[in-house]
């Protein structure tokens, strides 16, 4: 008899929004290498299609903060590689960052837009058919600001705390009704280009306040991810995992 392959994704269907490039790249990868069929959902399709072809999956155009854009891209995933199983929602921007009193109202819209809407609107496509076939996997992307609230960061941290609320009453709704998880990760700062769109006063700020002393690496939220949409993961739901090196000790 061979030996089970721990934390196998074989034959399973993944799909990751961002996995152009940073994190969603990061966790698109560790899914593939684990035998994951993967979709690179992005809405930057060229450099979508370009990692999907590295590591075997699909490439699929999709803006997450459009519903007709996420229905279109999970009916292209049904097509191509069958049911989802694993869903990661990783898209998300920074936004501007300002002072609330020198914020507009369009720039709120816009990173509740990608971050949050996006999640409900790619939750609300999936989750359908998860609940059909009585099983799923979903794993939202937060952030440590969403559990602390970064100055000069509002419209990112009140995303990133609706994200972290949206998966704990997801999980709740779907518990019971097969083997759905739905759970959150919440970063510190993570080595990657939504860093270039930050001023640096604000990613030292966030630095200051890792005990680890360092930036945290794509391949080590790309491994938490692993565990958290692998079938071994099945009695842990509506969780919001920390990874900042010890910033959040709850
Ligand atoms: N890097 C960090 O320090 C950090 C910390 C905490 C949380 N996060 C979160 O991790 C996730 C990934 O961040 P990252 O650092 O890899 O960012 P990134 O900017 O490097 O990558 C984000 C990806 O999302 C895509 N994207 C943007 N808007 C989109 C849309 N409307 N539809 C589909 N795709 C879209 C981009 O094209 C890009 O490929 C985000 O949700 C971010 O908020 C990052």
Redesign the pocket.
Known sequence: MPEPRFFSLEDQVAVV?????????GIARRLAKAGGHVAV????EA??QAVAKEIGGVGIA????SGASVGAAVADVRRRLGPIDIVVN?????GKTAVLWELEEKDLDAVY???LK?VFLMCRAVVGEMLERGYGRIVN?????GKEGNPSLIP?SST?AGVIALTKALAKEVAGKGDITVNSI??????????D?IPKPTVDYMLSKIPMGR??R?EEVAALVHYLVSREASFTTGQCYDISGGRATY
């Open positions: 929004t961002g996995g152009a490039q940073g994190i969603g790249e959902c992005d809405i930057n450099a979508a999709c803006d997450v903060a990783n898209a998300g921007i920074a837009a990608v971050n996006g992307v937060a952030s440590i600001a990112y990133k919440s970063p510190a700062v993570i080595q990657t280009p939504i860093l769109g930036t945290g794509v």
